[in-house]
């Protein structure tokens, strides 16, 4: 079992920025991925920035050039960030973190609870 718990949401005026914060604890062998979602209503999840397995990283189109993901690994626990620069009112949405883990043999995805971001005058 693998808890991730968010921070960092909030509401900020456009050309702002923002740094969300993950931690991902308990019993894993290994983080394989880990990154963030966002959802609005209406829409499907999609990924904003994630770490792959191998190490590297994947950012949406969107926010390419004004988000950057970092990765902190301590013993038990991982921490991912993403910071949110420049940001606009369409980058409002519930933004999810998600972690594959591998334990046992197997891999298991969590999903964090979301945190709101809205970006507004």
């Known amino acids: 079992q693998v808890q991730l718990v968010e921070s960092g949401g909030g509401l900020v005026q456009p050309g702002g920025s923002l740094r969300l914060s993950c931690a991902a604890s308990g019993r894993f062998y290994k983080i394989n991925g880990m990154g963030w979602y966002r959802q609005v209503p209406g829409k499907q999840r999609e990924l904003v920035a994630a770490f792959t397995s191998g190490g590297s990283t994947n950012y949406a189109d969107s926010v390419k050039g004004r988000s950057t993901i970092s990765r902190d690994n301590a013993k038990n626990t991982v921490t991912v960030y993403l910071q949110m620069n420049s940001l606009k009112p369409e980058d409002t949405a519930v933004y999810y973190c998600?972690?594959?883990?591998?334990?046992?043999?197997?891999?298991?995805?969590?999903w964090g609870q979301g945190t709101q971001v809205t970006v507004s005058s």
């Open positions: 998600n972690a594959v883990a591998f334990y046992s043999g197997s891999e298991y995805v969590y």
